[in-house]
């Protein structure tokens, strides 16, 4: 597993924003959010208010998935919990969440996401060509040779 870990750790590291995908009552949500921890071991972790649609969508359902655009494209299945730890906050902060959130780390409507992860798949963006070709053929019901596009890692 620690290959695997390594292995999303490289793809990730550079992509600052992600999009986390909630479950709500009315179907799938995604929104941008900043990674808060680069040195991924298995768990992600992202700064929210405990005010927003997301915090609810998470008490509800905490299925998420996670996914990264950068010199690949990375898409992280996982569980959320929702974690009320003022050091890890205090640790992860800086000071352009108090511009973008309005608060301080030591607000008690500050609460941490952390993802996580179950299994991982991802797209190298130097086939990506290669990888449109051959999806558009197989939906076109073309034939297409058989090629490994992308890579699923179970963690």
């Not at 990674?35 to 405990?50: A, I, M, P, R, S």
């Not at 990375?74 to 959320?80: H, K, L, N």
């Not at 205090?90 to 993802?115: F, G, R």
Request: hydrophobic letters at 35%; charged letters at 35%; glycine letters at 4%.
């Amino acid at each position: 597993m620690q290959k695997e870990l390594e292995t999303l750790r490289d793809l990730i590291k550079d992509v600052d924003t992600a999009m986390l995908t909630t479950i709500s009552e009315e179907g799938l949500v995604s929104r941008p959010m900043k990674t808060q921890e680069v040195e991924f071991d298995g768990d992600l972790w992202f700064l929210t208010k405990k005010d927003t649609e997301k915090y609810e969508e998470i008490l509800h359902e905490n299925e998420v998935n996670v996914a990264y655009a950068g010199k690949s494209y990375v898409s992280i299945r996982g569980r959320a919990e929702l974690v009320d730890d003022l050091a890890k906050k205090k640790e992860l902060w800086s000071n352009a969440y108090e511009k973008i959130l309005q608060t301080s780390y030591d607000d008690p409507n500050i609460v941490l996401i952390k993802v996580k992860a179950e299994s991982a798949e991802y797209w190298d963006t130097g086939s990506f060509t290669k990888n449109v070709v051959f999806i558009y053929k197989r939906i076109t019901g073309q034939e297409a040779e058989d090629t490994d596009i992308n890579e699923t890692l179970e963690l």
